[in-house]
């Protein structure tokens, strides 16, 4: 079935510094892929998401792109500031097949730190 | 302003004790769901609903019930809780099923001694 493996944290990081989490996925048909983060005390927000290969969603410079051929969407930031402190969750759409029409599979979470 | 409203937010019960956690969504949206977060295992749909009157398990149903009889509606029942069912809840709405945002709620932590 569908998954998504992403990178076991914390990840503690100092402000301005680069960010990359790593986010790989197992999917059959052509699933979307998304990234959400969930502040302290917080339900998950949407942070952007890719609807097929090759697509890179952004949103307060955070990036990620679409890699069919390695079943990746790693999560990029250039600079991280100590608002960024969170947890980050990989996610992908459920098969638009059968009965989990819509099912959001989710990674463990990636929690985040940045230190000022 | 667009939001998903859960409650209660905390909530402490005993074994065996019927209790419901409603949630309610503001942004007609026809697809909601329900989804428990737990350390080290992430979020894990237990139901979910397409539109009124349509429901169907998520990937961790047992021990909870859920009914959709108003579009806005989706409250999650846990008719006999036991400890294992400790965790920190979220509601999710969104307009469709697939490649569209979801819309969580601020969670529920529920507690079963």
């Known amino acids: 079935g569908n998954s998504v493996t992403q990178m076991e944290g914390p990840v503690t990081l100092s402000e301005e510094a680069f960010l990359t989490i790593n986010c790989t996925y197992t999917a059959t048909g052509y699933p979307s892929l998304f990234w959400y983060v969930q502040y302290p005390g917080e339900g998950l927000q949407l942070l952007l998401k890719?609807?097929?290969?090759?697509d890179k969603g952004s949103n307060k410079g955070f990036e990620a792109t679409y890699r069919k051929e390695t079943t990746s969407f790693h999560l990029e930031k250039g600079s991280v500031q100590v608002s960024d402190s969170a947890v980050y969750f990989c996610a992908l759409s459920g098969d638009s097949y059968g009965g989990s029409q819509g099912n959001l599979i989710f990674g463990k979470g990636t929690k985040l730190s940045v230190k000022p | 302003e667009a939001q998903v409203t859960q409650n209660p937010r905390y909530l402490i019960t005993v074994t065996g004790k019927k209790l419901t956690v409603t949630c309610s969504q503001n942004m007609n949206h026809e697809y909601m769901s329900w989804y428990r977060q737990d350390p080290g295992l992430g979020l894990r749909q237990i139901y979910y609903s397409m539109n009124v009157e349509v429901t169907d398990k998520g990937d961790v149903p047992e021990g909870y019930k859920v009914s959709r009889k108003e579009k806005r509606n989706f409250p999650l029942i846990l008719e006999s809780p036991s400890p294992n069912q400790t965790s920190l809840y979220f509601c999710?709405?969104?307009?469709?099923?697939?490649?569209?945002?979801?819309?969580f709620g601020q969670g529920t932590r529920l507690t079963v001694v």
């Open positions: 890719a609807t097929k290969a090759d």
């Open positions: 999710a709405s969104s307009r469709t099923g697939l490649d569209t945002e979801a819309f």
